[in-house]
């Protein structure tokens, strides 16, 4: 037999003796220390985003991360480094904060044959004498005294050995319903529909609180799989962690496109993000057109290098050109710039997390003024007169750093920007209306671009306004629909959100097949690109929640974690208080005994916590993990760093 993949576990001290070079000695095991000689690869049943499981070997002894990354490129799914590994959570886990997610185990299904349907666990090895204990130090699974085990995979029915399954082999808590074709049959590509078995499994945040709660279950990644309570056969959920997504390709993430969109779908079916009823009905159209075109023959990526080429050489023209720049280049001595009248208003009052803010679409008094975008700037005139002649300047507003949110209603033509700015009291908010599409998408796509440091001289601005506008007619609804209602099925929970399927539910199938209509053309990867494109335009998108308590405070509140920055918010309705950009972050530090975390910046000011949700390691690694990601370069022959993400994300023990 060979044992080349073995290793020795401490089951007391909860370590692998991976040190080979050392003696037993100098790990201070004696005589009567209980060590377990047990393969260092073992099945796992993975749950992956789009909620169908599999059966995966994975190398339980090395960094958590380092297994991801293997069983990700294993799967193919380019830049693994974006997922990781959970634990599955119950409705328990929502109702009170947890510092850390102990493993369910259920007890198997009775199988055809009788027995408990128990499988080999390879953790204890047995001895044809019976003088070693068969039993499990943990009582949850007992091991056989027949049957083989292959370390570098999963025994399936036909006696083969294959590194993965598709659910068909012979597992404990294996679900009764069939889960599809094998994944060489369907690649993760196309995703059978979610078993009643997946779908008890999901959860259903009813508060900010609880969404912050969700993410207690990520694993350490600095930690192996075996250290953190996970054992063989346990489940174990594949998700998306960092919501930076680098370089989406139709022509070879096909794989990953899929899962992406499949985990946009569920948070926003269970309402782990919000959106209005427009954009619901948008984003249930594009899950009409997924169904539509699974069935149909797509058009082949294979022929489309010439297309690539054309697309580099035009990115390159628009880097060298420097991009329109919204009011053109007319003088090329002159930084680009847009300006007009625009609705302004601004609260009398500074924003704090217990000041009640007015309503989304109640805002009142506001202000007509002549409004300037230069530089990083917006600047406010009393009209376009002084502008041009350098009168008084009413006021100027940083926009580098600032939140930027739409706030839309295109069923009363209403376009709005709420933007929040930081001062020394926190986050200052102001609002601008605007009289049309096309003059939101323009000041939409300048803030935004402003907020990251960028002038309208940046050759994305153009893009941005293009996709604003695009998205903005998508969400427009049609007069008709496209297709005849009564020859399309439209289950409410398959494609709205519960509360849209309580609010207009006599109307919902009208309502959906309206706005299939601007998207009827989509094929396949089109319609998932749109949906996780309008994901991404979501106010709330990749903000990840923790409840936490600032130093010095005595209530609770949120600390978000998003792709560029960190943001303290009021637990109550999830309000700014401050926002803290990674670019002006120094460094971010953890207290291991009091499990306090402080974050430096360059004002010298420290920011000092304690997580109540999670561990205090899951935010030091999400920021880690963002400013990790930020380093990626368009190099095609980039390799991934393990070393560098270990850096930033391990902190110190």
């Known amino acids: 037999m060979d044992w080349s993949d073995h290793a020795i576990w401490w089951p007391n001290r909860n370590k692998w003796l991976d040190k080979t070079r050392w003696t037993l000695d100098q790990y201070n095991v004696n005589a009567d220390t209980v060590i377990h000689f047990t393969p260092m690869h073992k099945t796992l049943r993975i749950q992956l985003p789009d909620l169908r499981y599999v059966d995966c070997t994975v190398d339980f002894s090395v960094k958590t991360f380092n297994a991801s990354v ?82 570098q995979g999963t025994l399936n029915g036909n006696g083969n050995y294959s590194p993965y399954s598709n659910g068909h082999t012979y597992v404990s808590g294996r679900p009764q319903t069939p889960q599809g074709p094998t994944l060489d049959e369907m690649s993760l590509a196309m995703s059978p529909p979610a078993t009643p078995e997946a779908k008890t499994t999901l959860l259903k945040p009813k ?103 054309d697309e580099e050489l035009k990115k390159l023209q628009m880097s060298l050109e420097g991009g329109t720049g919204g009011g053109g280049w007319g003088d090329v001595t002159e930084d680009p710039s847009i300006a007009d009248y625009l609705q302004y208003f601004k609260p009398t009052k500074v924003q704090c ?34 502008s041009r002649s350098g009168g008084d300047l009413l006021f100027s507003v940083h926009l580098k750093g600032c939140e930027v949110t739409p706030a839309i209603n295109l069923t ?77 099925e439209i289950v409410a929970e398959d494609y709205v959100a519960p509360r849209f399927a309580r609010k207009i539910k006599s109307k919902l199938r009208q309502k959906i097949l309206e706005s299939h209509a601007n998207v009827k053309d989509l094929n396949l990867l089109e319609a998932k690109m749109n949906f996780v494109r309008a994901w991404q335009s979501l106010p709330e998108y990749g903000v990840s929640l923790f409840v936490v308590r600032f130093h010095g405070e005595k209530k609770d509140e ?51 916590f304690q997580c109540l949700s999670a561990d ?38």
Request: aromatic share 10%.
């Open 70 to 151: 293997v069983m990700s490129k294993d799967l193919g799914l380019r830049h693994p480094e974006e997922l990781s590994l959970c634990k599955p959570l119950d409705p328990e886990h929502l109702r009170q904060n947890y510092q850390e997610v102990m493993m369910r185990r259920r007890p198997p299904p009775p199988t055809k044959e009788g027995n408990t349907g128990d499988r080999l666990d390879t953790n204890t090895f047995v001895s044809h004498t019976g003088t070693l204990n068969s039993k499990s130090p943990h009582a949850t699974l007992r091991t056989p005294t027949k049957g083989q085990h292959s370390p």
């Open 207 to 309: 508060s900010l609180e609880q969404r912050a709660r969700m993410n207690v279950g990520w694993l350490d990644s600095s930690l192996s799989i075996m250290e953190q309570g996970v054992r063989e056969f346990d489940t174990l959920c594949l998700r998306y962690k960092y919501y930076s997504f680098y370089d989406l390709n139709s022509k070879y993430d096909s794989n990953r496109i899929n899962q992406i969109y499949e985990q946009a779908r569920w948070q926003i079916l269970n309402e782990e993000v919000d959106c209005t009823e427009e954009e619901m009905m948008l984003f249930a159209a594009l899950q009409l057109q997924v169904a539509m075109q699974a069935n149909v023959p797509q058009p082949n990526n294979d022929d489309d290098d010439g297309d690539d080429v």
């Open 353 to 386: 997390c217990c000041h009640k803010r007015p309503k989304r679409f109640t805002l009142k008094s506001y202000k007509r003024l002549y409004f300037v975008c230069k530089n990083l700037y917006l600047l406010a005139y009393k009209n376009a007169d002084s």
């Open 412 to 488: 009363a033509n209403k376009f709005e920007l709420k933007l929040e700015v930081p001062s020394a009291e926190g986050m200052t908010e102001m609002y601008l209306k605007f009289n049309s599409d096309q003059q939101y998408a323009e000041w939409l796509a300048a803030c935004r671009l402003a907020a990251k440091g960028k002038t309208l001289a940046d050759s994305s601005f153009d893009a941005e306004v293009n996709s604003i506008k695009a998205f903005l007619s998508m969400q427009s609804p049609a007069s008709a629909p496209a297709i005849n209602p009564n020859t399309v």
């Open 558 to 608: 949120l600390l978000g974690v998003g792709s560029n920055r960190v943001m303290r918010m009021s637990l109550q309705n999830g309000e700014h208080i401050k926002t803290w950009r990674y670019s002006t972050m120094k460094a971010w530090n953890v207290n291991w005994e009091t499990r306090h975390m402080m974050i430096q910046f360059e004002d010298d000011k420290n920011v000092i």
């Open 616 to 653: 205090c390691k899951v935010i030091h690694e999400f920021i880690g993990g963002y400013i990790f990601l930020s380093m990626r370069s368009k190099e095609s022959n980039q390799q991934l760093n393990q070393e560098l993400f270990h850096k930033l994300t391990g902190g110190w023990v």
